[in-house]
Each structure stands twice: as structure tokens, then as C-alpha cells.
């Protein structure tokens, strides 16, 4: 079984990592490719990122001069644990800080981060400070966007991963932005959505933020647990939420809570 995360946008290169010893760390798998989209990248000037990306001037100038210190070869010093680098909402929930090591270990085997840059990240990879959604229309030469780009690739690695089991199961924790990557005519697995509704004005409703986290507790959840069957994740219980059976099917399972 697999779980799929989306990245954040805010990232954490700052803060002194509780480890000690230090955790292991190992190399993205599509380094090539990442490679590829930073020599696009690096053409561009800081005016067309931000037109590109809808972002500020600041923020242009800033990850223009990320793609041009991009390396292929990450170590401890350029990059960082792409669990512990990304920030926000999902990765507040997830609290990767707080785990133990033999929990981030069990997650380097089982949590798949989508990534418009890298693909797909495990846990443990090394990942150097980048900005680039799966959203965005950056033409390659493979087409106009990153969806294009990275085509059937990411399917057919979760199949690779998944193919020592028996009935293969993908958990989808990511937005739709990221899991719009994933070529279901590829996917040789069954995929179970996860969805997080709160009440508020006499309904239960998806609210982003509380959702975003709530997808981190998911995580976070099936870690601790070590989760390998779908009947597992209906436990999930972290901060009030429950699962609801009323509302639910096989195949999108539905979590609730009644306030915040």
C-alpha cells in the first residue's frame, strides 16, 4: 500500500533538524529528469517566473536564483529530507519532527510526495529548495505542461513499488492538482480516496485548511500504525475526526468531525 501526498509551496531549510544521530538520506530516482526541467527553467528571467507562476517579484528573483544553485548531486549541505524540508498545513499534520526514526523508515517504503520538479519524493530524499507546481504550463519538449512531461512515468514507478503486492492499493491524500499525474490507464492499483468534512452552519463541509491538515493526521496515522489494508485506515481517529460509514463507499472513504 501506498499513500500519496501533495508538496507545500513553504518550505524549512532553517530550522535545526531533533535528530540525533542524524536520519539517513537518499537520492531522488528521477534526478534525470529534474535536470531537464531546471535547464528550462534557468532560461527563463525572473519577470517571466513571475508570469509563469503567478508570483511576486520577490519570490521570482528568489527561485530564479534557486534553478541556477540547483545541483544534480544533493548532499546535507545544499538539500534536506524532503519531509522535513517541506512546511504548511498537510506537513503541520504529518509533524515528520515528531516521529521516530524507525516510523520515517517504515514511511520511506510506503509515502509517495508528488512533485512537479522530482516526480515522485520519498521521505528520506535529499531535496534542494524549489518551486514549481504540477499546475504549471511550463513547455518542454514534451508538450505544454508538466502533466506532459512527466506523462506515464510517475504510473508506472508506483506499479514498480506496488508490485510485490498481492492487491496493490494506492491511498490518495494529494490534491487533485498533483494526483491529475498519476496516468490511471497506467495504474495497475486500486485507489482509495481519503475526504476530510468538518460541520459548520448545520453541515458537514470540505474546509481546505483543516482538509490539508487532516491529510497530514492521515499520514501521520497510517505511520504509526503501520496501515496496510484499507479496513485499517477507517480507524483514524486524530483530532476528533471519525469515520463516517453512512457516507462512505469501498472506494472514498469519508472522515468527519464535529467541531474544531
Known sequence: MLFLLSPAKSLDYESPLPFDPPLTHTTPQFVAQSKALI?????????????????????ATLNVAR????SSRAT????????LAFDGDVYGGLDARGLRADDLDWAQQHLCILSGLYGVLRPLDL???????MGTRLATSAGTNLYQFWGRRIAEHLNQRLAQDITPVVVNLASQEYFKSVDLKTLKARVIECVFEDYKNGQYKIISFYAKRARGLMARYAIQQRVTTPHQLEGFDLEGYAWAPGAST???????????
Not at 535547464?39 to 519570490?59: E, F, G, H, N, W
Not at 534553478?67 to 540547483?70: E, G, I, P, S
Not at 546535507?76 to 519531509?83: E, I, M, S, T, W
Open 39 to 59: 535547464d528550462v527553467l534557468r532560461q527563463a528571467t525572473p519577470a517571466q517566473i513571475a508570469s509563469l507562476m503567478a508570483l511576486s517579484d520577490k519570490l
Open 67 to 70: 534553478y541556477q544553485a540547483w
Open 76 to 83: 546535507v549541505k545544499n538539500a534536506r529530507q524532503a519531509v
Open 127 to 133: 531535496m534542494q529548495p524549489y518551486r514549481l507546481e
Open 250 to 260: 469501498p472506494e472514498r472513504l469519508v472522515f468527519r468531525r464535529q467541531a474544531t
